[in-house]
């Protein structure tokens, strides 16, 4: 049987098991009759994650004056849906922990993640977009797909990134042409089999081809866009040492001023560092 990104995923699953925690939560963000109180109980059934959530939002990041000691009020403080996708992140962060530092450095590339997460949402309010945390979530995992390759595939994933960055092309068609597909595929399967909203599956599908986006895109647009910013910068990178291109139908539809993104960079450059340590620091007590 050739190998597909369906297939790679199926595989992977028996590695990296769906956040549970997250589907459940997700599914009482759905339900109008679920009270924060719902919300609270799942999330405290995992005491490692409740300690963690609270370390986050009582970190220099938020910047809240006063100390939230409970999941109820960090609900009441941030909102359920933020926090649920406090609790995604957490635990894809925590599934793909022990990829090795000779194929990637994983602090380069969540620090890529975080500064995408930043870019998506600042260029969301730029945009005028509610509800813009969602652009976050979407900026963070855009590259899950990378990880599924780099924790299933170690060798055909480090050749990929060694003849990008040695070469003239950017990683996701070094990938293609030495695996058969690449991590925006791996991505979309994964998001897919996660049942991840369609939004963020768009979003891991797209972001280097935001033009084929069918519902979400503006979203991957603004992921799109993100992504291009933060690899020119750069902070960190995902394994891609080349800057992706620019999809310029992408710029056109969010009608961004050019002149606003140094401000809204160093913005992203007195953030990622906050970020960056609370999350990545998280299972130390």
Known sequence: MSLTPESLVNKSLELVSPPSTYLQLNKLIQDPDSAFDDISAVINTDPALAT???????SPFYGFPSQINTISRAITIIGT??????????????AFRGIPASLIDMDDFWRHSFATAITAKLLAEECGQKATERFFIAGLLHNIGSLVLYQSLPELAGEAIRTAEFGHEVQFQAEQRIIGFDHTEVGYALARQWHLPHSLQEVARYHHRPS???????????????????SAVPFGHSGDNHVPPLDPAAWDLLALNELQMP???????????????????????
């Open 52 to 58: 963690r959530l609270l370390k986050i939002v009582n």
């Open 81 to 94: 849906r933020e926090l649920t996708h406090l609790v995604l992140a957490t635990s894809v962060i925590n």
């Open 212 to 230: 084929e986006a069918e519902d979400f895109p503006i979203d991957v647009a603004i992921v799109h866009v993100a992504d291009i910013l933060v």
């Open 263 to 285: 401000l809204l960079l160093q913005q992203v450059g007195e953030q990622i560092d906050r970020l960056s340590s609370v999350m990545l620091t998280q299972d130390e007590s």
